[in-house]
Structure formats: structure tokens, C-alpha cells
């Protein structure tokens, strides 16, 4: 089975700086999705980035990067220019390509962004 | 595009009630449609999984009794909490989406609150 994992329970970045949040995963499947979705206080499910594992190229929306590294397994989220209006819940999430389309959420980070 | 609107966002009822919360594809047809349940600064726990005209396919340990799913249509799936109590109070979340290369896309949320 897929498991997410997000070793960073909160992280603070002062406004117009750059932080990265972690995300690794466990999968013995080649192809498949990852993705980063924002909760802000208002709690709704905001879709950040996402990733086509069998995309080389790194994704990038914005002020919003990923560094995708397939062999490591890992996918974390660059955040360039840090707004107040980025703190919010980041959540990483798996899905399979094929199957029933549901994804395995990470735990998530908490991110503050420091005025 | 792809808009997914949750209705109520706010319920508060009093112990033994029913309590139907509904998700609706606005602009598009969802062929799959799925309810999480969200605790205070936890992540999202997958509840089940609906494709329109089939039954739902609930994840382990969530009591096919107590929450009922229907996907009648591709644009509406319920989700009915039955005699609702104290412990059932959380955060609803429903997503949908239309194919496998197409990322869920969420509902604001509906804050059930048992008396």
C-alpha cells in the first residue's frame, strides 16, 4: 500500500522570503500522480501543483515549484516570494494512475508566514 | 471551471436526527465522487468512494449504516449521517472528478455539530 508522509508539522517563513515543505512516499507503482492542495482557515481544498510522475520536468505554477526527485521519492513544494496569504494547511497527496482515483493524504504542514 | 458546490455549510441538530449533506458538480460531469471527514488539525480520512448509479465503496472501519451515500446523478452525490450523535460532530468533504488524468476538486466543507 501507498503512504504519504509530511515530517514537517508547522514551518514559519518571514513575508517575501522562500520556503520548502517536504513530502516523501512509499510506492512500488512507476506511473502515477502527485499533488499539493492548500487548506486555508476558511478550510477549503485549494489545488496548489501537480505532478505526472512520468514528467521529468520539475512543475511550476507561479510563485509555486516542485522538486520532484522519482528515485527518492520525494516531491516538495517550493514557495518563492512568501505572501500572507500563503499561511494555511499544505497537504501532499498520492494517487494511483489507474483504479479508483483516490488519494492518500500526508498529514500536513502547517505554514506561518511571519509579517 | 470545474466548481463543486456542498451544501449546507453549517448544520447543527440535536442527537437522533438525520442529517443530509449534498455535492454537487457544477460545471461538469463527475463520473466519481468521494466524502471525507476532517478532525481538528488533522488531514482528510477518505470515507468512501461513489460512482454515479453503483454503490458506494466505503474504506475500512466507516459504518455503511450510519452514513449513507447515494450518487443518483453525475452531478449529485448525498452523503446522509443516520441518527446522528455527539460523536459523528466533524468536518464533511466531499470532491469530484471526471476522469483518471483530472485532479478531485472540493467542496467548501459542511461543520455538522451534534447536540
Known amino acids: 500500500a501507498q503512504t504519504v508522509t509530511q515530517s514537517q508539522p508547522e514551518m514559519s517563513v518571514q513575508e517575501a522570503e522562500t520556503v520548502t515543505l517536504s513530502c516523501t512516499y512509499d510506492t512500488s507503482e512507476s506511473d502515477y500522480y502527485l499533488f499539493w492542495y492548500k487548506q486555508p482557515p476558511s478550510r477549503q481544498m485549494i489545488l496548489v501543483i501537480r505532478q505526472e510522475a512520468y514528467k521529468q520536468q520539475n512543475a511550476t505554477e507561479n510563485r509555486f515549484s516542485v522538486n520532484f526527485q522519482k528515485a527518492a521519492k520525494s516531491f516538495s513544494l517550493k514557495i518563492s516570494d512568501s505572501q500572507l496569504g500563503d499561511a494555511a494547511m499544505y497537504f501532499c497527496?498520492?494517487?494511483?494512475?489507474?483504479?479508483?482515483?483516490?488519494?492518500?493524504f500526508g498529514t500536513g504542514t502547517r505554514l506561518k508566514v511571519l509579517a | 471551471g470545474a466548481v463543486v458546490s456542498q451544501h449546507p455549510s453549517w448544520v447543527i441538530c440535536k442527537s437522533g436526527t438525520s442529517v443530509k449533506i449534498e455535492c454537487r458538480s457544477l460545471?461538469?460531469?463527475?463520473?466519481?465522487m468521494f466524502w471525507y471527514r476532517q478532525f481538528p488539525k488533522q488531514s482528510l480520512m477518505l470515507m468512501a468512494t461513489s460512482n454515479e448509479g453503483s454503490k458506494a465503496t466505503y474504506e475500512q472501519g466507516v459504518e455503511k449504516d450510519k452514513f449513507l451515500i447515494n450518487h443518483a446523478s453525475l452531478t449529485l452525490s448525498t452523503l446522509t449521517v443516520t441518527s446522528a450523535h455527539p460523536e459523528d460532530s466533524s468536518f464533511y468533504i466531499c470532491s469530484a472528478t471526471l476522469t483518471a488524468n483530472q485532479p478531485q476538486h472540493f467542496g467548501d466543507g459542511t461543520r455538522l455539530s451534534i447536540l
Open positions: 460545471d461538469f460531469q463527475a463520473t466519481t
Open positions: 497527496a498520492y494517487r494511483s494512475l489507474g483504479g479508483t482515483y483516490k488519494y492518500i
